[in-house]
């Protein structure tokens, strides 16, 4: 059984940093490219950021480069997500998600306001 679990969101000020965490379950997580995804109200799922398995090779959206860190631990069977420099257009439901797979977790609410 496939399981996601976010973690790591929160209420943070313009500028501020967040480090996001997925703990995943239910695959070979070591060969699976990861990746994150976010949904502000209104608007269409995004792809923010993904990694390879062995975590060589990165990918980031326009909107986040620079300011954003996709890694992941396979030991621990964990992706993360560093944030820097956050803007309020950040504000999202942030998801992981295998990219070889449909499953989705639960999410994390990451906002980001004065």
């Known amino acids: 059984q496939v399981q996601l679990v976010e973690s790591g969101g929160g209420l943070v000020q313009p500028g501020g940093s967040l480090r996001l965490s997925c703990a995943a379950s239910g695959f070979t997580f070591s060969s699976a490219p990861m990746s994150w995804y976010r949904q502000a109200p209104g608007k269409e799922r995004e792809l923010v950021a993904a990694i390879s398995g062995a975590g060589g090779t990165t990918n980031y959206a326009d909107s986040v480069k620079g300011r954003f860190t996709i890694s992941r631990d396979n030991a621990k069977n964990t992706v993360y997500l560093q944030m820097n420099s956050l803007k309020p257009e950040d504000t999202a439901v942030y998801y992981c998600?295998?990219?070889?797979?449909?499953?989705w977790g639960q999410g994390t609410q990451v906002t980001v306001s004065s």
């Open positions: 998600k295998n990219l070889w797979l449909t499953y």
